[in-house]
């Protein structure tokens, strides 16, 4: 069988049959996941709930200074500085929010004045 036109035994293709394949199931929901998505709904409702007790220039302040924070965390995720410029106008706006909430904050209200 010098001849013959056979491909050698270690060089036949694989052919898989589709019937040996497993059947792709419905996936059950895996515990761990609904876990965490349990808890980060109720992280957003708590805290949803404490800020709606604080005074609305407090929740000012708290809103102004997530570009500070996001800028941050960026930094040290990457391990590497932005341009100082982008520092700059992140104090600069976290600043200007900020400083005045405290103060609207402590202003004292006017005295109602009674009916005559």
Do not use: W
Not at 34 to 53: G, K, S, Y
Not at 74 to 103: D, Q
Request: glycine share 2%; aromatic share 6%; charged share 10%.
């Amino acid at each position: 069988m010098r001849g013959s036109s056979s491909p050698p035994p270690h060089a036949s293709p694989t052919v898989i049959d589709a019937h040996c394949l497993p059947h792709p199931s419905p996936r059950k929901p895996n515990a761990g996941f609904l876990l965490v998505c349990t808890l980060v709904a109720l992280d957003l409702a708590l805290t949803n709930i404490a800020v709606a007790l604080l005074a609305v220039a407090i929740q000012q302040c708290i809103v102004a200074t997530n570009p500070a924070f996001t800028v941050t965390i960026e930094s040290i995720v990457r391990r590497k500085l932005a341009h100082p410029m982008i520092y700059f106008v992140i104090i600069f706006l976290c600043t200007g929010e900020t400083c005045p909430c405290p103060l609207s904050t402590l202003t004292p209200k006017p005295k109602p004045q009674p009916y005559p």
